[in-house]
């Protein structure tokens, strides 16, 4: 503990402890919906294409995280206007994701230097951001969680039951739309942690884990931030001190929560509500 506070003294220890905080919350948020919306799937895609565009990036000689936002964002529109339907998603997000991944190959060849970079983000470099980049992932939190404040209530209620929504007059399509691109923004900050290739321990595991304990929409959002927050802030802690990789302990940690949940937390509060019944 002493070790950890001395360490807290740190910038860089500041810079990865606020960023981390601000990309659980916004993860923990989406990630419920994720689950609901069955878009695992759809995650991988992002991130993978998320990373063909900061390999585009680098080529260009521009900051990463703007292609990984850039990559995300396209990939996000494209997805939506294909197949935003759950019958049809998962073929366009295929087709998409093996054309983007051979972009990036690209890319990363046609580089004359090591791409330290763009490789960086396969695996998160949260120790390494700067104060400029918390402002970044601040300001991109905000405006996402915003955007999925505005349309909860309708979104919520196309996830539970689209075909009704669509008869109710909701723009089932247009919200689907926009999930893709909250999405796609979270899952750019959640690169920043745990890296391409473990994005879906944030992005899919709080929520999976919230959906075991509750089935109350708003109170599985908040068990899911927690639970995100926590992979998170605790696995920064542990690298720290043990002078590990971050991503190991996120996703750690992450799985326990879900273990947790699913075999004793979940069947306790199940028969807590049944004995109450």
Same mark, same amino acid.
């Given at each position: ?28 948020? =989406? #990630? @419920?919906?994720? !689950? /609901? ?5 759809? *995650?991988?895609? %992002? +991130?993978? $294409? ?78 390494? =951001? #700067? @104060?400029?980049? !918390? /402002? ?5 939190? *905000?405006?996402? %969680? +915003?955007? $999925? ?91 720290? *001190? ?36």
């Amino acid at each position: 503990m002493d070790q950890l506070a001395s360490l807290l003294g740190y910038e860089f220890v500041q810079n990865a402890v606020a960023a981390g905080f601000v990309i659980a919350l916004l993860s923990g948020a =989406v #990630s @419920r919906f994720v !689950v /609901a919306r069955d878009m695992s799937f759809g *995650v991988h895609a %992002l +991130a993978e $294409l998320g990373f063909t565009g900061a390999a585009a990036s680098v080529l260009a000689g521009l900051p990463p995280v703007l292609g990984l936002l850039g990559g995300s964002g396209i990939t996000a529109l494209f997805i939506g206007a294909l197949g935003v339907r759950a019958r049809g998603r998962d073929t366009v997000v295929g087709v998409t994701l093996a054309f983007g991944l051979g972009l990036g190959v690209l890319f990363i060849t046609l580089y004359p230097r090591y791409a330290s970079q763009a490789f960086a983000i396969l695996f998160g470099t949260i120790t390494g =951001v #700067s @104060r400029s980049d !918390v /402002a970044l992932l601040v300001g991109i939190a *905000v405006v996402t %969680l +915003a955007a $999925l404040a505005v349309v909860y209530r309708p979104l919520m209620f196309a996830t539970v039951d689209p075909e009704v929504a669509e008869a109710r007059g909701v723009p089932v399509g247009a919200l689907g739309v926009v999930f893709l691109l909250v999405m796609a923004a979270a899952v750019a900050e959640a690169v920043q942690v745990v890296g391409v290739l473990l994005i879906l321990t944030l992005m899919i595991t709080p929520g999976a884990a919230a959906e075991r304990l509750t089935p109350r929409p708003g109170r599985s959002i908040l068990y899911s931030t927690l639970i995100a927050l926590a992979s998170t802030l605790g696995g920064i802690a542990l690298a720290l *001190v043990l002078n590990a990789p971050v991503s190991v302990f996120v996703t750690s940690l992450s799985f326990l929560f879900y273990l947790v949940a699913r075999f004793v937390l979940g069947p306790a509060l199940r028969r807590r509500e049944a004995r109450g019944a």
